[in-house]
């Protein structure tokens, strides 16, 4: 994974410590879908991004932001994702986010399929390369 931000993963989980293991399982798991991720860090939204380049809007497609209960696993053009599972919430034009409160809620079924296809949706509109197991 590279870096491509004004702040560092350590800066959002510094700023959400009850959260540290679950935000430290979402990472791998975006880094187990796409390894050569661009990671993004803002601590001034207390966000972690990730995508294909170091744009937020245009070249990430997903987020990590810690609430006081939960961390949101939020995807940029989530309207647009296949969700057979129903485990995206939200009423924006485009944001959708699942609630994660325990690093074993990373397990639920579809959710590791959601992350893929918003990966592969930004690919393909960006002309990225393939990448991904």
Known sequence: MKSGGQGRFEDIVALAPQHEA???VIRSLVEAVHPEAV????????????GWGGAKM???????IPHKAHVNLGFFRGTSLPDPEGLLEGTGKALRHVKLRQPGDLDRPGLRALLEAARDERRDALGAGRTGP
Do not use: H
């Open 58 to 64: 245009s070249e990430a497609y997903a987020y990590a």
């Open 39 to 50: 990671e993004m860090a803002s601590p001034g939204e207390k966000a972690v991004y990730w």
């Open 22 to 24: 679950l935000l430290r």
